[in-house]
């Protein structure tokens, strides 16, 4: 398994969980020199001029684990089951684009917030109909720039789709788009799931990503997520992906990566003490 970090530079989605956000120098840097593998980036939109970070990125030896796309929403409030087909055809797009933004840093893309949620004008049925023939479209085109696809099932509070992983990829599997996984967000489980490593391991191979948070929304060790159970049921379906750190940056962003790799470097060499309510 492979460890990650998220960067937003959407000013837009300032207070959410991501764990650094300004003086890119510098926070490659410290990325690096903590140990992380890669980061998971949050954009404003697909179509900026993302040379320079590129850069920044491979100098730094680091790789792009995924790109979001959450930024459709935050910004421009588009989601692939919106009632007007205009935002969904908008959605479409945005996400086709950040795909082809993420195929250029060898990433998939992921689909969360843009997935959307029924409404009065479309019943859930109807709206899981549209999400499928979204993702069904999407999937072929990040097949044809040889990625695969994230989709993430959020918590109830934020949609009424799909909350659990099980519910999720029995669906998945029946829209026949091969390169569609499972992004396991250990924060959205602890809200759903009754047994989260069960749900990892009944979810298996589908697993394609998986965002590392403890229950409370910041680093691992400071809530009440079982890691040790998680990390076993990951290693029994021998997942090989990233797990990136996808949490409140507190008490600060520095703060929140470090323990999240000490955390990490524990779990690895079988220590199951974690540390609690404090740094690691």
Known sequence: MKSAVTLSLAAEARGGPFVFWDDLDSTFALVRELGFDAVELFLPGPDGDYSAL????????????ALGTGAGWVLHRLSLTH???????????????????????NAPAIIGSMQGRSDSAFGRPAALELLGDALQALAAHAAGRGQILFYEPLNRYETDLFNRQADAGAWLNTLGAKNVRLLSDLFHMNIEEP?????????????????????????????HTDAVAVMAALSKISYSGYLSAEILPLPDGASAARQTIAVLRRLSTGTTALASGGPA
Do not use: C, Q, Y
């Open 195 to 223: 047994d989260i490593a069960s749900a990892l391991v009944k979810a298996g191979a589908l697993v394609g990503h998986v965002h590392f948070a403890d229950s409370n929304r910041r680093a691992m060790g400071f809530g």
């Open 54 to 65: 590129a850069s920044r990125i491979a100098a730094h030896g680091l790789e792009v684990a």
């Open 83 to 105: 009632p007007d087909n205009g935002r969904r055809t908008a959605a479409r797009d945005f996400i086709r684009r950040t795909i082809d933004l993420a195929a250029g840093w």
